[in-house]
């Protein structure tokens, strides 16, 4: 059991040493990063109505102003110590009407505990504006809690670690024999075995089973954290064209065998005859 903990150790190490470092800094530029903690601060301060003219129209209401307040009650105790941005996305519509939108999601230290606040922002001739906002406080860094390690992992996590990294395995395995054998529409099955079908997927930090089963995955496996402080999801779809593949091979190996001990069956039954 230790071996086994040790290679998905190795495992792990290697997954999530591929995971590029990503410069927020180039998606969220200088002055919408301090416009976004300068909402903060306002929030910290107590700056309601000042925060209120900083967001849509349809958010300037009763219900906006009563959640930033419950966002103050919650914060104004705590000492905010630092804070840095985690996760950001950008995108752009081009036009006269053109505006670019940003979603970025920050993490404050605030003494024991983790504050998060995530915006959606929106820049358009020269005026930014908040879209959305959201905040909560964790005892623990979501970033801690939903890092992929092995720690109080059960038999589901390691089943689907195993899967998702054996299946694309035995796929390009699978795909070199059908490349070197002779098949009818040898292209068509190529495409098949590419692909996994039906998707089972694991939450690893919850341990939560999702099925799929109109689903079609590349290589049968997948790998995917929507942010730094989202957890990780494996999935793995059934190599159903790979299966067929090789009881395709089997059956034709088995029905060449016969053929061939029929022949050699048929050829002494003649040779008999004529000795006869």
Known sequence: MKKIKYLTALLLIGLTGCIPKIDFSKIVPDNVDKFATGFISEIYKGNIDSCLTLVLPEMNNDDGKQFLKNTYTNIQSISIDSFNIINARKTSIFGDNGFTNYGIEYEYKAGDKFIYFTFGI?????????????????DESLATLHAFDIKDKGFLHFLFLYLAILIPIFIIVTLIFAIRTKLTKKWLWIIGILFGFIKFSINWTTGQVGFSLINISILGTGFSKSGIIAPWIISFSLPIV????????????KEAEAQIQLDERMNSQENQDKSD
């Open 122 to 138: 929106r820049e358009q001739s020269g005026k930014l504006t908040v879209t959305s906002f959201d905040g909560r406080i964790t």
């Open 242 to 253: 790979a299966v067929l593949f090789w009881y395709k091979r089997y059956s034709d190996k």
